[in-house]
């Protein structure tokens, strides 16, 4: 089966591009959709490709970008970052969450968006958050990725007034293995206000945080 | 154990007051509480009271409201709704989901927040979601409440631009009985940039609302 | 143990004959049982069998189809279609879904039906499916396959009146993996009068399918 | 919230009209909603009504009917049975079905279809199964339920060649609480081609034997 | 049955008593077990016993304590309060878990702990917390109770150095209902060295304290 | 519907009659179902009955018992006990499990079987159990009964050659709720050779237990 | 760690040898502790022991036997058949059932019992069975194994009168994965008197029946 | 991203320094943070770390210490081991608990204190536990590791006074698989005052022990 069935007209109608979800096609299908995009699109955005993926892929487009944590590739030229000042930020609990922080990072720079990244702020040592308030209250926007336990959102969301998405992160092991434990605790958190992704989607985060950002164009 | 420790700067450092669970709290507890809320605060917001707690409490403080279908009670004088133009539709697949469409509405009512609801527009009928697109295209802000299978959020996120908050509803029997089977579609949904919340949690969904609204307000 | 119990009788009984299910047979077992099926058929249906044993079991026998995306393997030769025109409709969400999909194309493909197949009509794209409504029509029978949240079958149900056979799909990851957030959000599905079948069973929905285009045989 | 949307083209779009979900309406929701089919039907099927919201109802509109098991409810004449012959087969395991079975039977009355009850046929004495084959074959289509193990599908299925729609039912205790036990054991059935509804879903499996009825009139 | 076997070496063998669960034991069995142990001992602990329970049984006994929100009941006259100061602190992360706090509290005194408890230092408003480091630290064990997602147990770990026996606590609705997502949360804590009892379970962390606080008694 | 398919040849097939399965019918149908039983049996077992439906049932049969903690109801004549020492040893935890053990002991008692209940022998204070060694070494077959977290056949299994059935039960609170964590506790056993039964199902246990006293019969 | 705890006095106490799991063990464990079992046995049983490992210990010890599908491997003479018709039918569903129906038939040869394996008498052609039914009442014991949804024992328990040991195996996918949908099924079966071992535990069922077959040497 | 947020404090505030969480670290990463750690420590503690790893970084550090089964890697001297008499006892079912009770013991030797570990003294063969008793009771602190059913804790909890930490064990197949049988069935113990860790937490048993070791340096 070689017919696709593009949805060309999803930027005119919500803003941004259908993308391409790398995991579950193979090589063939994967050129082929490109192929397609590039009809229309002058860059496109594929997610969760594994690596020896893109070692053939990388050699069938030009202007590609791979990030190895989170297997986000990008081809074509990505936009001018629209401001100077960070519009997004991106917090995690540990370096272990960083495949679904760079996930988020990356699909804003393929949107022009510029974020910054804060590792290592996790719940078990408040004060590495505390110290960075200044920094964090300038963007606009927070996502904070966390596995385990997942305490880091609510910790945020009792301390900063921006809108906030949760994304648990499937790092852990016996009850956090998968990142339920993590995802119920976000949905669960008292700090309310707080919007959840489901596991691991960084993708899903950044596309929530330019829906938000995109609020006063109309 | 009488002492209490409310959190009075929360609005100062996060733009919103604490409020007051009040499922799982007796009258006296209750009672007490909202005593100490009102020293500091004109206002309180109680959410998912049951209504024979309300009949007693209803006695015990003037300028009272409260919603059957929700369990939300306001104390207090409402503020002016701050624009003539809603800023944050309220879509729903069905009238069964009222109460947690209700959630929502009032919590932005207290917060002074202008919304509209859109009840029966779910995703068995498409076309009554697609006729009315011109109108539920000028909100800023959609919360998206299903319970069932809770397709509802998937069909809207392809449709619209806007940030998009999907609410779960514990709405159905069998595998939908709790809210769960929702909450997961939510979670999973193709529509992307969709963020989701707790089950029945039409508060948090209001107040991630409050949030976005206000980022400009920086 | 190398004696089997092969239900000869089935196809009188119930209209279809055995079929080999692949993916936890070891090969000296497929041949036996291949043989087996072979002494009183001419032909024979394996399903989810694994390329690697594909590559063995091809050089022993004739008249070999195999399928690589769903793992189904014809052997002998298939019937002719019955009519010219299509009698079922396959529709699924998106290219990720092509391995359930093909198992029940080729499984119709094996018991003489026509069908065809309608790829990346899925829920967060609507007009896809819409602009398709009059070919959509002309089926008699439709099977719909959905991974990630599963919100298809509930669109169609709601547009379409044929008999409708959801297929969840093990597509997605976080809460979609394995495909349970898809079977139960078909399962709990507003659009009523929607049947489901186990996850990934593309076979058993042709069979279904074949039922009911035989109910008017007797 | 008194403004409603009823899906009115549904019985013209797929052949059926839209039906009212009992259990988790309260009173003046469901008269408003009633009223307002009326308008444009003659008749209003109610699934799953608590018995004290019938004795209100009862006395607020003319030719109602009730079933106790089941909570159906029905108001206005019902169409005659279009054949003499039964058209579906409705079996179960035992006589605390009851409530499932006559939910499929009396929705079936309301849309003129003929259908036979065989209850106490459970897969424990499998006799008494097989002495009334003669008699089951004469259906286009059987509605199985089971509640318990679920196994009665299974057994049918592998007996009979008519379409097969398996209804889980959630009596039962430990493990089999709330069905999905028997849920489970229908999804993973070997008697392939089977289809399976929800838990307890009557409604729905006889809303899909009118579908498979239907198959024809095109 | 009336006879029993009490264990009544039970705290010459491990230092403390056996004592009676309330919850799934009848008047009739609980006045028979209760006349057993005060055979042999001049006081009992009743845990998790319905308020209607009590009323009854306080008419059997002499020296009854009941408290309300644990459902936790004793009999006989409490031991002297053995030191001072405070041995445990038993922090919770909000009003609703005073009854899980109280079920420790009292068992405390039951066992002649002396116990202080600290309600509201929730994780979403941490400075509620770090105010009262200084006091907090003066105890040699602390008891961490709370619902919904569960975090306080991280933050508390992160900060203090003794011994940390988190309790979840079953308040909170859908993904948080019964407790699970708080016990998941802090059985997956980044704070290392927390441990964990079962949802509810105030009495078993008191034990625990009270088998710590005893380690210098060999 | 009062037509009822008695399996009246179930004794003669494997060795004991059908029973009634009470609390999930009204009464009306157990009525005809006791009826339509007693016409070809003398007696009539009736399992998990709640005592409202016994109050009205003993007055319309003769020679009614009834087990309020187990619900168990017999109407006819029981048969004389087969053996003067007892053959089955029914041994429980704790008093809470009684409801259990009294299904068991009465259902042995319907089929003429003696047994001997072990009360309070749980695994907490092992001692108690085997103080009891060469008493319950005399029976043929052990029931063990356990909620919570069910250790107690592990223990047995470990101390005794008999055939052992594990009934879990549930008793418990937090993760022991409904039994789970029992069955899962009895399920993984290292003490091979236990075999378990349904979550509460004593009636299972004791016909168990009856198909293997009975296997020199043959 | 090279020192263990062999439970040399387990024969004497409950009739059969400690045997030891093979699947999380290394091979130099292994060494260990069958040597150490050796000391005071002449022959040792290891289960679920993989391939690989077999090819090693397999030069370490003398008279080894391995089936390949249970990966059970006996070190040491088996005993004489005690019987010359066989004491336990093993039935099982279909062929992909083998690796526990071998592994219940060699823990049987391994403790001197005779069995006779009948495969592919699944529960969806039911006359496969009933054609054997007097073979099968020759047995003492019947160990049904059964994937998918399990059904197969609730058949045979409904006809056949002697002690049933019932074995979920982990065949199938979809909800059927791993094994819990027929491990559900069969603990919640309408066919009562029925035990459950875990699932694929075919060793455990052996000694299950072992225990059985011994009630009467005491 | 190569900056780190080592939290340096750690050990100052609580007692123990921040160690490094292995598996789901790259080797990049892992190095950066190990000489992050050493700048201002003398020696770090990886856990769950991959052998090929390892293999990697012993090359990279001086005095480095690896524990196959546990996977704890150990860079830098250890600490002189502070008592004479070992102060934990480190009790497990069976060998296969190996890797948790060695990531408990190697733990407490990098923070210096003396453990004893006593390997196969599970719930299945009481006597191998009694008979060590005197032994075990001079230990200040019982850490208890199982697998399977997790029954061991409850035993020792009914048999010793010492603070006893129970940590679920990943062995097991069924509904054993990954542990959460035995970590529900060691919170749901009848044996009060346990607490629990995460499945395969030996590393967070090590440090709960070491918080309680140092209750009396206050």
């Known amino acids: 089966m070689s017919n696709f069935n593009i949805d060309h007209q999803r930027e005119g109608r919500i803003g941004f591009p259908e993308i391409v979800f790398g995991a579950s096609k193979d090589i ?3 050129k082929n959709i490109i192929n397609h995009v590039l009809e229309k699109n002058s860059k496109v955005l594929i997610t969760k490709l594994q690596p020896e993926k893109y070692e053939i892929l990388k050699n069938e487009f030009r202007d590609t970008f791979y990030d190895l944590p989170s297997g986000i590739m990008i081809i074509g030229k990505l936009p001018t970052i629209r401001k100077k000042k960070e ?9 272990s969450d960083e495949f679904v922080v760079n996930e988020a990072f990356y699909t804003l720079s393929f949107l022009g968006i510029k974020a910054k990244r804060y590792i290592d702020v996790g719940a078990a040592g408040v004060h590495r958050l505390t110290e ?12 904070v990725c966390a596995g ?19 994304v648990p992160v499937s790092v852990g092991y016996g009850v956090a293995k998968g990142g339920k434990a993590a995802l119920n605790a976000m949905l669960s958190s008292c700090a309310n206000g707080l919007t959840v992704t489901n596991i ?10 330019y829906r938000i950002l995109n609020i006063n164009k109309k």
Chains 1, 2, 3, 4, 5, 6, 7, 8 share one sequence.
Do not use: M, R
């Open 28 to 30: 063939n299908t994967l």
């Open 87 to 95: 519009e997004v930020g991106i917090l995690s609990g540990g370096t």
């Open 132 to 143: 960075k308030t200044e920094q964090i209250k300038t963007a606009k926007v927070l996502i």
């Open 148 to 166: 385990f336990e997942g305490a880091l959102p609510t910790v945020v969301g009792g301390l900063f007034p921006q809108p906030i998405i949760a």
């Open 200 to 209: 691991d989607n960084g993708y899903g985060a950044a596309i929530a945080a």
